[in-house]
T-cell receptor
Framework: QQQVKQSPQSLIVQKGGISIINCAYENTAFDYFPWYQQFPGKGPALLIAIRPDVSEKKEGRFTISFNKSAKQFSLHIMDSQPGDSATYFCAASISGNTPLVFGKGTRLSVIA | DAGITQSPRHKVTETGTPVTLRCHQTENHRYMYWYRQDPGHGLRLIHYSYGVKDTDKGEVSDGYSVSRSKTEDFLLTLESATSSQTSVYFC?????????????FGQGTRLTVV
């Protein structure tokens, strides 16, 4: 049973455009939702995270939107740059004390 | 970068042989995890540890065992490697009781079973 479903599997965006990656979860006990960024040959690294007491969190060009009733959250990358080309994973856990459950990942390519 | 070292970084082994992967941390984080990453599957939890000698199974634990005899080291053992265990293995650490719930990942170990 996949607890966190991520889409799309791959995404191509023009430089300067908006990249949007979506995730849906099933376990209503989840209360910590991070996004991780992974470059080839490297381990994933935390990009941004949100807890369900807010509907949106913004850090620079990266924004998480969270819809608790729909059990969905999404990552928006504004003004996408070639350097943003990477694989992005959404994840979820309970209070950060349980292991992260990951989505299957989205490979983003930003082309000039 | 968080102080996480995985060894070896690359390994080729034969089917049926035992393999041990090591994760060493210098952050004194309480939790340590082993994930495997495969195309189309993302990151899947194998085992994790929430303290010395305290471990629990993850989603894909069959064929794997772990040990944690001290805070800084978490070992993943494939008792008898199979081709289905060809993967990239990532160790991660976290310290949920602290100010930051972030999980930090190592650089990964690419294991090929032939």
């Amino acid at each position: 049973q996949q607890q966190v479903k991520q889409s799309p599997q791959s995404l191509i965006v023009q430089k300067g455009g908006i990249s949007i990656i979506n995730c849906a979860y099933e376990n209503t006990a989840f209360d910590y939702f991070p996004w991780y960024q992974q470059f080839p040959g490297k381990g994933p690294a935390l990009l941004i995270a949100i807890r369900p007491d807010v509907s949106e969190k913004k850090e620079g060009r990266f924004t998480i939107s969270f819809n608790k009733s729909a059990k969905q959250f999404s990552l928006h990358i504004m003004d996408s740059q070639p350097g943003d080309s990477a694989t992005y994973f959404c994840a979820a856990s309970i209070s950060g004390n349980t292991p992260l459950v990951f989505g299957k990942g989205t490979r983003l390519s930003v082309i000039a | 970068d968080a102080g996480i070292t995985q060894s070896p970084r690359h390994k080729v082994t034969e089917t049926g042989t035992p393999v041990t992967l090591r994760c060493h941390q210098t952050e004194n984080h309480r939790y340590m995890y082993w994930y495997r990453q495969d195309p189309g599957h993302g990151l899947r939890l194998i085992h994790y540890s929430y303290g010395v000698k305290d471990t629990d199974k993850g989603e894909v634990s069959d064929g794997y065992s772990v040990s944690r005899s001290k805070t800084e080291d978490f070992l993943l053992t494939l008792e008898s490697a199979t081709s289905s265990q060809t993967s990239v293995y990532f160790c991660a650490i976290s310290d949920p009781g602290g100010m930051n719930t972030e999980a930090f990942f190592g650089q990964g170990t690419r294991l090929t079973v032939v």
